[in-house]
């Protein structure tokens, strides 16, 4: 005996979309939980002491601002790669998906100068509170970004086979993940001003 699951390409009738997004919608859920859990940390901490250093005297706004950069720009070459699958152009898929982990990577790269700068200068997470919550946050955020880039590169290379046998899944698959990075990317919009400007 064996069991179809229903609702791979087509929306469920009563929620109205797939189960992939489904699952990915209840998945962030989650994520809002984990990352507002910190972000209220780092407000209790903030509020809680008079000489909290303001984030732009001791962390590198232009390279976190370059960082803002190139995930706004990889969240638009995500959506390029689901729009070209859309269009069935899976060789404009490819290209942009490319991009996309190529920026993420970039990311990192960004983000590992700014933690080597840190560490030379002897700033460690036992250093104070404030270096504390900024690795934590940072840190969870790029493990999420390190998250990004396998699924992404999944997709674009073992996982795209799907393509020829189903492209509607496939494309549905790839929407799941760009949900996934657009959400990594809003992250890094509140974590931006809350810890590098103000």
């Known amino acids: 005996m064996s069991a179809e699951i229903h609702y791979i390409s087509e929306p469920h009738p009563v929620s109205g979309v797939t189960n992939s997004k489904l699952g990915v919608?209840?998945?962030l859920a989650s994520e809002v939980m984990l990352f507002g859990g910190l972000f209220s940390a780092y407000i209790l901490l903030r509020t809680g002491v008079t000489d909290w250093p303001r984030g732009h005297e001791v962390?590198?706004?232009p390279l976190a601002t370059l960082n803002t950069v190139i995930l706004i720009t990889s969240s638009v070459t995500m959506v390029m790669s689901w729009a070209s699958l859309e269009l069935k152009k899976f060789s404009k898929f490819r290209l942009y998906m490319t991009i996309t982990i190529?920026?993420?990577?970039?990311?990192?790269v960004v983000k590992g100068f700014e933690y080597a700068h840190k560490f030379d200068h002897h700033h460690?997470?036992?250093t104070s509170n404030f270096y504390a919550i900024y690795f934590v946050i940072t840190g969870l955020h790029g493990l999420h970004v390190i998250g990004g880039?396998?699924?992404n590169a999944y997709l674009l290379l073992p996982g795209s086979k799907m393509w020829k046998t189903n492209p509607e899944q496939f494309t549905g698959r790839v929407e799941a993940a760009g949900l996934y990075w657009h959400f990594v990317d809003l992250v890094?919009?509140?974590l931006f001003p809350a810890l590098y400007l103000l």
């Open 188 to 190: 890094w919009i509140f």
């Open 149 to 151: 880039i396998i699924v």
């Open 25 to 27: 919608w209840l998945f």
């Open 102 to 108: 190529l920026l993420a990577i970039a990311f990192l």
């Open 124 to 126: 460690f997470p036992s």
């Open 59 to 61: 962390l590198n706004v």
